[in-house]
């Protein structure tokens, strides 16, 4: 029975005492992903790689060569397996997805410790928790997630100063609404932004017909506004008229 001679690939990375190549890195696991053993070559100073890049007449590290033949760096690689890079400016749900659902995990896991099982006061904490998040994202950096928002916010268009106060009120809601104090203030705070919020989205979204990028997980958001942001706006006004009502 014939035994199929094993893949093999000849890698160059850059391996210092203080920069390992994440890129190289990255190559030499995909590669034994692919099932490739590899020839595994460090550059381990600045100088030996110089030369490298020199004597191969490229000019950034890792280089790949398979049968022979150079393939390139990570994005070269991934491209001959048939795994293009993905596109950094795409729009993208997954940031929101991802703090929508670990919000409910937190809520959910906060609900079974303090009541051993799931109560309604577990959607509060979904909210509050999402909340929260979200103004870690904006607080990261106020400064660009207000240029942002002042593209479709009705009222920081009115009032400037608005756009920076507003990650500040979403995490001061937040934590009352977690703490279940002060009520009269959380309630107000969050159906005041998440009402302005939800009429900004549907004017600039369904009204408009704009395209643009939600800032509601930050300044350097890939999210489109729309349904998604009008959700979370809805959701918010709709905690709020429950808790001043219950």
Known sequence: ??????????????????????WGLKSKD??????YEVEDHWLTTRAQTDEY??????????????????????SDLRAFFGKPMPDPNATSYRPVI???????????????VAFGGVEWRSLQWFIAFAM??????????????STM??????????WVPYAKIYPFAEALAGVLMIAG??????????????????????YAVYVQKRE?????VGGNSKVPLGFVSLTENVMMVAMAVWMLVG
């Open 149 to 158: 928002f002042l593209g479709y916010d009705l009222l920081a268009r009115r």
């Open 212 to 216: 643009i990028k939600c800032a509601c």
């Open 1 to 22: 029975m014939d035994v199929a001679a094993p893949k093999k690939a000849v890698l160059y990375r850059m391996v210092m005492d203080k920069h390992v190549c994440p």
């Open 53 to 74: 890049l020199a004597q191969e007449k490229v000019t950034t590290t890792p280089q790949t060569f398979i049968d022979g033949v150079r393939v390139g760096g990570y």
């Open 132 to 145: 929260c998040v979200l103004a870690i994202q904006k607080l990261q950096d106020v400064e660009s997630f």
């Open 181 to 202: 104090v002060a009520t009269w203030l959380s309630a107000p705070i969050a159906l005041f932004i998440g009402g302005i919020g939800a009429v900004s989205v549907f």
């Open 30 to 35: 995909l590669l034994e992903r692919q099932g």
């Open 98 to 112: 991802a703090i929508f659902a670990m919000s409910a995990a937190m809520a959910l896991a906060a609900s079974w």
